[in-house]
């Protein structure tokens, strides 16, 4: 848990919760486009896109963290983050502010026991009316993550 | 091109290639400081100074060549025993490298200028006189220890040889029809003479006698120019070398090639906006009709840079040969076929080192001397065959003698000695080609002297490591007595693609134009299912099977929930594409062809390796696009059913 420490955060919404990841981390925000799906993929990747000349896979932040899938909307949004495996693109259901998050503000998530979408929370952070969900992106975007729930080409497989 | 011309160039390239691999040089050299496993970065420094070694004596710097060899020389210790590095080695060893680049640098504007390395050569062989008195027993002495003085006898013979070849070629050439026949060379006045004679062509002829003399002690002859410092030579390179070769890191070619694709997909959504395809607005619609032109142009130049055919490194290796069978007395009729395939920029680039080493190795240890060939009824006269052509994704090369061959036992035995098998695998029961793949391995040479050509066992390592880099692989075909063949096989797909772009169950996919043989049409009526194989079409009498891709993607859960569309089934006729794959011909069945279209392949990066797709690439329209990979395709099929 190094991460927890005060600075700037992305915050963006998933369901009606308020979500943060290290502004630090984030390369650009983009209208959602035509994704191609690649097969082989875990189910949370939706597929590849061209950014600039660049192929960067998508991955829909949602069903990473075992929510229920919804339509794109015109506020739905990829944050293409800077990954350890590079960089990668990251559905959310809108992208809301940037807040300045002092060490105070941040605190270790009490265990809630819902397991995939707690392993890849860094830590809490408080305002006044609402609590910001920080994302470990390094954690959650690691390759290993992608090899661990590779999809297959078969259904019964 | 007369020979002049072409002995220049060749100079030419290797004084920018020589000056290319000092940057690694210093850079290894630097880090070797710092480092906690310097093996690696002396590996590194090794391979430039025996390239330079090697290149130099190639192409007449023999000075340079003779330098490089008492690096190396020290080198070869140092690989074995790396915790002696101190500083005061490196100190030498960047002064050494300053010295080459100095020579190069001053090498590319005058071939007379004065090189003077006998101190650094007296430090060199100080360091090696040391190390063999106290390491004697840790270094194999008969395979790095290198004697003097009948070493600089051979080189001077080799110049000598060079000179009279050089001499020859000059007498060829129109310019010195009229001249008479030189019989000494090292006269100064009559290099003088010469040099009066010959235009351009002149100066290497000048600096071959110059650099054998600087060896022999012998006051330098400079014919116009008074001795020039490094820094006048810097100087003087900038005004006098013309069409420089411009040596960019590809990072950047495909730097630009990315915003050019990037200027191209915008242009085609101005194109296509309603503002711009109403033509409302006369002079808008010309300017971007203009910038639609250059654009395209732009786009196709670009695509160009990446592209070389091999014609330049085929021609390189031609000159090596024939100097290597000058210097070794071995007559070879040298065959090069297909030097017109294109390779991709940056494999052209890896395949230069292993080429020339591969060639010299075969010339070295493949062909035997003109009395064993005789004496094994062979023709005297070697043949040597190097053939580039492009099948499917991927270029060939073979390079093939008709040599000694290689003998597995001795492979074997030398690859046990040098403990390369590991103890759990039986020496008879490694196949011939695991057994020949140990020749490649850091360190190993059968050969039992060195010589400034082949011989250290650094050559073949260079060669796997860089085709390695270019990811292909080196096989080695051998009949013991009949010759040897080395085939060197590098995959196109880092670079452009030219493909059909095909829908699959709704989805597009780009298939590389090189794998396809045929699109033809059948009815379903027409496809027999044979047992639980699979299917199979028939072809103008040949039963092709049928790649099953299609159920195979329908099948997977990577659509689901993905809003795709799937084509109705029909009785129609269906359109399949028959793919030459390298375990025989295989139809693919599609939904529909969209066209064709030439594109940059991205390597698909999803966290995983996806071997159904060699990679990715975008469209003219935006859209990114797959591209399938056939062979792996038969492949998935097979592990589907």
């Known amino acids: ?157 | 091109m007369s020979d002049d011309d072409f002995l220049e160039e060749l100079k030419r390239d290797f004084l920018n290639e020589a000056l290319f691999m000092m940057e690694q040089y210093e850079e290894s050299m630097l880090a070797l400081e710092s480092s906690q496993e310097p093996q690696e970065h002396i590996g590194r420094i090794f391979r430039v100074a025996h390239s330079i070694k090697g290149g130099a004596a190639a192409v007449g710097f023999e000075d340079l060549s003779h330098f490089a060899h008492k690096a190396e020389d020290l080198l070869t210790l140092l690989r074995v025993t790396p915790e002696k590095i101190n500083t005061e080695i490196i100190t030498l060893f960047l002064s050494v490298g300053d010295q080459f680049k100095l020579r190069l640098t001053q090498l590319q504007t005058t071939r007379d200028a004065s090189w003077d390395v006998e101190d650094l050569e007296t430090q060199l062989l100080k360091w090696i006189k040391n190390f063999q008195s106290t390491e004697a027993s840790a270094v194999s002495l008969a395979d790095c220890e290198v004697p003097v003085s009948s070493e600089a006898g051979a080189e001077d013979i080799t110049n000598y040889e060079l000179l009279a070849q050089l001499e020859a070629d000059i007498k060829s050439t129109e310019q010195a029809a009229a001249k008479p026949v030189v019989e000494d060379f090292f006269k100064p006045q009559q290099i003088e003479e010469l040099k009066s004679q010959q235009k351009e062509a002149t100066p290497e002829v000048v600096a071959q006698p110059a650099s054998v003399l600087m060896e022999d002690k012998v006051p330098l002859i400079q014919p116009k120019s008074t001795t020039g410092g490094p820094a006048e030579g810097a100087h003087k390179k900038a005004v006098v070398v013309e069409n420089t070769i411009l040596k960019v890191d590809s990072l950047r070619v495909d730097a630009v090639l990315d915003v050019v694709g990037e200027i191209v997909v915008l242009k085609n959504q101005l194109l296509h906006s309603d503002v711009v395809s109403q033509g409302e607005n006369q002079r808008l619609t010309f300017i971007v009709d203009q910038l639609d032109k250059s654009i395209r142009d732009l786009y196709e130049k670009t695509l160009g840079i990446r592209m070389t055919p091999l014609r330049s490194l085929f021609t390189k290796l031609q000159r090596t040969v024939r100097d290597v069978s000058v210097k070794l007395d071995k007559p070879v009729d040298l065959q090069l076929l297909g030097e017109e395939t294109e390779v991709d920029r940056s494999v052209f680039e890896l395949l230069g080192d292993p080429l020339m080493h591969m060639a010299r190795n075969a010339m070295d240890h493949g062909i035997e001397s003109k009395a064993e060939r005789l004496q094994n009824g062979k023709p005297e006269m070697a043949k040597l065959t190097i053939a580039a052509k492009q099948v499917g994704a991927s270029v060939i090369i073979e390079i093939s003698e008709d040599g000694r061959g290689i003998y597995r036992d001795k492979v074997l035995k030398k690859a046990i000695e040098k403990g390369l098998v590991p103890a759990h695998l039986k020496p008879e029961e490694l196949s011939d080609d695991q057994v020949y793949q140990f020749l490649f391995a850091p360190g190993f040479s059968t050969a039992e002297k060195v010589t400034d050509l082949s011989g250290r066992g650094v050559g073949l390592d260079v060669v796997k490591s860089n085709i390695e880099k270019a990811k292909g692989q080196v096989r080695i075909r051998s009949n013991p007595g009949k010759g040897s063949t080395f085939e060197i096989l590098i995959p196109l797909t880092t670079s452009i693609t030219d493909g059909i772009v095909v829908a699959i169950s709704g989805q597009r996919y780009m298939i590389p134009i090189h794998s396809i043989r045929e699109i033809v049409q059948f009815r379903d009526a027409e496809v027999t299912q044979v047992a639980n194989l699979g299917r199979v079409l028939k072809i103008r009498n040949k039963l092709t099977p049928v790649i099953d891709f299609r159920q195979t993607l329908e099948n997977s859960t990577f659509l689901d929930g993905k809003n795709i569309k799937l084509i109705e089934k029909s009785d129609a006729q269906k359109t399949y594409i028959v793919l030459e794959l390298s375990s025989g011909l295989s139809a693919l069945p599609v939904d529909e062809v969209l066209g064709q279209s030439q594109v940059v392949a991205k390597p698909l990066q999803v966290g995983h390796p996806v071997p159904e797709f060699s990679g990715a690439a975008t469209l003219g329209d935006g859209r990114t696009i797959l591209i399938l990979e056939p062979n792996a395709l038969a492949q998935s099929k097979v592990g589907a059913a």
């Open chain 1, 1 to 157: 848990m190094s991460k927890i420490e005060g600075g700037r955060y992305l915050t963006f919404m998933l369901r009606d919760e308020y979500y943060g990841v290290p502004i630090s981390k984030v390369r650009e925000i983009n209208q959602i486009t035509e994704i191609t799906p690649v097969p082989k993929t875990p189910q949370f990747v939706e597929g590849v896109v061209n950014l600039r000349g660049k192929i960067l896979p998508v991955v829909n932040l949602r069903q990473k963290l075992g929510f229920e899938k919804v339509v794109y909307n015109r506020e739905t949004c990829i944050i293409v983050i800077e990954a350890e495996m590079g960089h990668v693109g990251v559905v959310v259901d809108a992208v809301r502010e940037v807040v300045d998050l002092k060490e105070d503000q941040i605190e270790v998530p009490p265990n809630m026991g819902d397991e995939t979408a707690m392993k890849f929370l860094s830590a809490l952070g408080k305002q006044e009316d609402r609590v910001i969900i920080l994302l470990d992106v390094d954690l959650a975007f690691s390759e290993d993550e992608f090899t661990k729930s590779m999809g297959s080409f078969s259904k019964s497989a």
